[in-house]
């Protein structure tokens, strides 16, 4: 099977995969900020969340449930700046994505990436890393929601986690985009073969 990728883009396309794995398992994951709620954990990602309360209208009291599910809408979603994240960084994990399979198809199929395709989607995932790092900058601004305050003592604040700590998914989803970034960014520029030249 012919190969339209260098040794370097072979490295790109593997680092461009791992890069997007992270990035979109720590998005989609509800472990971004952890704390807990009527002696229960509680956690929450940018539209899903994991315990919550609901009224138990037989002992009539309120109880935790403890499963992890998304926001019934993207207005339930508890601030407008976690609703910006999570449109910010969705765009950014499939545009990772999309690069990262388009190198995985050029390790297979000769002539899909040139040197001028590899340039072209080191930008996209350079937008990609930009976008998502962007979310994840925006995510500390929501943690003033009533939501987050209740699961946090009432000590949280934007940029301030009172009682509460980040969760590992917060981390995988940044280490993806500093990632592509900073090395899939980098890789791409040398990752396609150059084109033969053909006699007319």
């Not at 109880?63 to 993207?74: H, K, T, V």
């Not at 999570?86 to 002539?111: K, Q, Y």
């Not at 601004?141 to 209740?150: A, F, K, N």
């Not at 981390?171 to 073969?193: D, E, M, P, R, V």
Request: proline content about 3%; some cysteine.
């Amino acid at each position: 099977m012919a190969s339209s990728l260098t040794c370097t883009g072979m490295i790109w396309a593997l680092v461009s995969l791992l890069s997007a794995a992270a990035s979109c398992v720590g998005f989609f994951m509800p472990y971004w900020l952890l704390g807990s709620q009527m002696d229960k954990p509680v956690s929450f990602g940018t539209f899903r969340r994991c315990s919550y309360p609901v009224r138990d209208e037989e002992r009539q009291a309120t109880i935790m449930l403890e499963q992890c599910g998304r926001y019934a809408s993207f207005q339930g979603i508890p601030s407008m700046e976690w609703q910006i994240c999570t449109v910010v960084t969705g765009v950014g994990c499939g545009l990772l994505l999309l690069v990262a399979l388009t190198a995985v198809m050029g390790c297979c199929i000769s002539e899909l990436i040139s040197r001028t395709v590899g340039r072209a989607a080191g930008g996209v995932q350079f937008v990609g890393g930009l976008l998502i790092g962007s979310g994840c900058a925006l995510y500390p601004l929501g943690w003033d929601s009533e939501e987050v305050r209740q699961t946090c003592n009432n000590s949280s604040d934007q940029f301030e986690l009172g009682s509460c700590q980040i969760g590992w998914a917060y981390y995988c989803t940044g280490a993806g985009a500093i990632s592509a970034l900073l090395l899939c960014t980098w890789l791409a520029c040398f990752a396609g073969k150059k084109q033969k030249q053909y006699p007319y």
